[in-house]
Nanobody, 132 residues
Framework: QVQLVDSGGGLVQAGGSLRLSCAASGRTFSSYIMGWFRQYPGKEREFVAAISWSDGNTYYTDSVKGRFTISRDNAKNTVFLQMNVLKPEDTAVYYC?????????????????????????WGQGTQVTVSS
């Protein structure tokens, strides 16, 4: 059974950095797409970034390009989201997600607010708060 455990959230000032981690277990993830989503209060989860576990290719939503970097450590079965130059509008609960049936090409064609429905497995979420 797939298990994803998110960690690394916290409180940081605007302009600061945080690194989120997602420890994955229960499967061989070489054919999976791993993603990060975030959820604002009262809103749907929206897509932030994704990485192909097999080749390391990545895709980002426009609002985080140049600031956030998604990466993976194959040996540790862990996916990271390095978040730099954080802004107050980045404040949200961040979730790790995994899916075997989607690819980055498809992700690029789906609106960020609908991508959550394409992913089958989710972490428990970690709160990121950016103060101004």
């Amino acid at each position: 059974q797939v298990q994803l455990v998110d960690s690394g959230g916290g409180l940081v000032q605007a302009g600061g950095s945080l690194r989120l981690s997602c420890a994955a277990s229960g499967r061989t993830f070489s054919s999976y797409i791993m993603g990060w989503f975030r959820q604002y209060p009262g809103k749907e989860r929206e897509f932030v970034a994704a990485i192909s576990w097999s080749d390391g290719n990545t895709y980002y939503t426009d609002s985080v390009k140049g600031r956030f970097t998604i990466s993976r450590d194959n040996a540790k079965n862990t996916v990271f989201l390095q978040m730099n130059v954080l802004k107050p509008e980045d404040t949200a609960v961040y979730y790790c997600a995994a899916d075997r049936d989607i690819n980055l090409g498809t992700i690029a064609t789906i609106s960020p607010q609908f991508l959550q429905y394409e992913f089958d497995y989710w972490g428990q979420g970690t709160q990121v708060t950016v103060s101004s």
